[in-house]
């Protein structure tokens, strides 16, 4: 029994000499990024078994030599390395140390049941990898070498001659062996621990990026040639660079940093490096190179930048000194690079969103001023015969009103300033119907907010032309602009016969008769300023038609 401890006591320190040299392994960057490492090239894979393999023939040569027999850690390297890199290295590494223990002691009793169990060991190490989940591996990666050893001493009993020193051997060496198949687990859980440190980068590189993004958001909602270069400085800042840019297709659109005086910004040609990169769409990375314009920078990293898909640009990343660009730097780089691809693709949405509306909003705005000079120039053109004097106030009345109408711009404007606009339309009108039209003002006093033109004065129109003027006798249109709590609510009734059930349908609908095409424009710049349009309800008599904006703290409008 001592002499078995003492043999279970070599198998553990062996292993723990394997454990100590991947330790100092992990320790390098070399190594640490190839644990990091999602997949890896036949060249990484090779140098992966050659470390295993001479683990291996490590043991071998380090067993202890029980009656022709070796107690070794052949079968924890070989098992080690197939379940941390895959069925590729431990299968090779298998064939390889199993090759040679059988090599160094072709006639020895256990060299043949040896040589079949590393190939399993191997394949079963590969099958592991493949099939069982990360976090599970080091337990059936113990399970698995304790069944290997296990099967090496069956065969060992069956292929020694005589049997019964197969089994005086087996007697000595089975616990040992068995029993030290726990150290794969160990082997496994430390290689496993380096693996899982990119998991921590990637959170804290992510992390990063979104610093950044958070930054730089801002100066994505208007993008021009300064606000790029901002954004390049702050990512520059943010993670120690020496030059940062942004590119599209064709030119440089923003460089700071080191060489940045050797380019003509906005005019300069992408390298060809940079051009092949858009070409595939795939990350360029040199670690020990010079540029030919900087040969100062050493390392860059170019990641294309992709909006609906499409590469339409790249995020450069330089570095004067070589082998700057680590896997946690390229984590990072890869998430802000995405972030910011989303940043450009929403900033031209809504820039373009923004121009189709102020064009709609435009086209809607110059469908409705025809429509009312119109009915000014039949009112000037009536009064003029009967009453030249009230012709010419109505004639400046008018001309007032073209006059603010050709300054307007894309820019809202103060309320009071659009009821201004609303009292010379209604002096037209009024001469249109004299003492049958009554015009009453309901507005706060302290009422500050801006609205777009032309949204109260066709309200005003539909209520006279469509509500007073059909009825007999006289009518009354009330123009009302009240405070209801955190919103203001703009309205225009009147006392007509009141407005059909089915416009009120066809509105809600975007649908509208020739005749109410004023009403519908409205209904639809409310819509598309306010995010609702127009309310309307039938009143007893007549009709109310109203909307309502937020205000902010400032007295502003917001939205509806």
């Known amino acids: 029994m001592h002499q078995i401890f003492e043999m279970l006591l070599a198998v553990f320190d062996r292993a723990a000499l394997m454990l100590i040299c991947l330790f100092f392994l992990t320790r390098t960057q070399l190594f640490r990024q190839l644990l990091q490492k999602e997949s890896h090239t036949p060249l990484e894979l090779a140098a992966v078994t050659a470390i295993f393999s001479s683990f291996a023939i490590f043991g071998t040569y380090s067993g202890i030599n029980v009656e022709g027999s070796l107690v070794n850690v052949r079968v924890i390297a070989v098992m080690s390395g197939g ?31 040896c040589l079949i169990t590393s190939i399993i060991a191997g394949c079963m190490a590969g099958y592991i990898h493949l099939k069982v989940k990360k976090e599970h591996r080091w337990s059936v990666g113990i399970a698995a070498g304790m069944l290997c050893e296990t099967l090496t001493m069956l ?48 959170a804290r590189q992510a992390k990063l990026a979104l610093d950044i993004a958070n930054k730089t958001m801002p100066y994505f909602r208007n993008i021009t040639s300064e606000s790029l270069t901002t954004i390049c400085a702050i990512i520059r800042e943010d993670i120690n660079a020496d030059a940062v840019a942004i590119t599209d297709t064709k030119n440089i659109l923003a460089y700071v940093g080191v060489g940045a005086e050797q380019y ?18 795939k990350i360029t990375i040199r670690n020990n190179d010079e540029m030919h314009r900087t040969p100062q920078i050493h390392s860059l ?3 294309p930048l992709r909006e609906k898909g499409e590469v339409t640009g790249s995020l450069k990343i330089y570095y004067c000194h070589a082998d700057k660009i680590t896997y946690s730097l390229k984590v990072m780089a890869v998430g802000l690079s995405q972030i910011i691809s989303t940043q450009m693709e929403v900033s031209r949405t809504e820039q373009l969103r923004e121009m189709a509306n102020k064009a709609e909003m435009r086209a809607l705005q110059s469908k409705i001023n025809p429509h009312f000079l119109f009915n000014a120039l039949n009112a000037i053109s009536s009064s003029i015969r009967i009453n030249p004097d009230t012709a010419r106030q109505l004639i400046i009345n008018l001309s007032r009103y073209l006059r603010y109408n050709l300054e307007l711009n894309d820019e809202q404007i103060d309320l009071r300033k659009e009821l201004h606009q609303v009292q010379d339309y209604i002096a037209i009108e009024q001469a249109r119907f004299g003492s049958k039209l009554t015009v009453i003002y309901d507005i706060d006093e302290d009422i500050a907010v801006s609205i777009p033109s032309l949204l109260i004065q066709p309200l005003v129109e539909n209520a006279i032309v469509h509500g007073i003027q059909p009825c007999r006798g006289k009518g009354v249109v009330v123009i009302a602009v009240k405070h209801s709590g955190d919103r203001i609510r703009i309205s225009v009734k009147d006392t007509g016969n009141g407005i059909n059930q089915e416009i009120i349908d066809r509105l809600a609908n975007n649908e509208m008769p020739g005749n109410k095409i004023g009403l519908l424009n409205v209904h639809r710049r409310v819509s598309l300023l306010y995010g609702e349009g127009l309310q309307i309800r039938r009143l007893e008599p007549g009709t109310e038609i109203s909307f309502t904006l937020a205000i902010n703290k400032d007295g502003g409008n917001v939205h509806a």
């Open 155 to 202: 065969l060992v009993i069956l292929w020694a001659k005589p049997t019964s020193l197969g089994i005086d051997i087996v007697s000595k060496i089975a616990i040992p062996l068995i029993l030290g198949a726990v150290c794969i687990g160990l082997i496994v859980l430390l290689v496993q621990s380096v693996e899982d440190e990119k998991e921590v980068i990637a």
């Open 264 to 281: 003509n910004i906005g005019h300069e040609i992408i390298s060809e490096m940079t051009r092949e990169t858009l070409r595939r769409g």
């Open 83 to 113: 379940i941390l890199f895959g069925p590729w290295v431990g299968i090779i590494t298998g064939v390889i140390a199993g090759g040679h223990r059988y090599l160094i002691d072709i006639h020895g009793i256990t060299s043949v049941p």
């Open 301 to 303: 990293i170019i990641i």
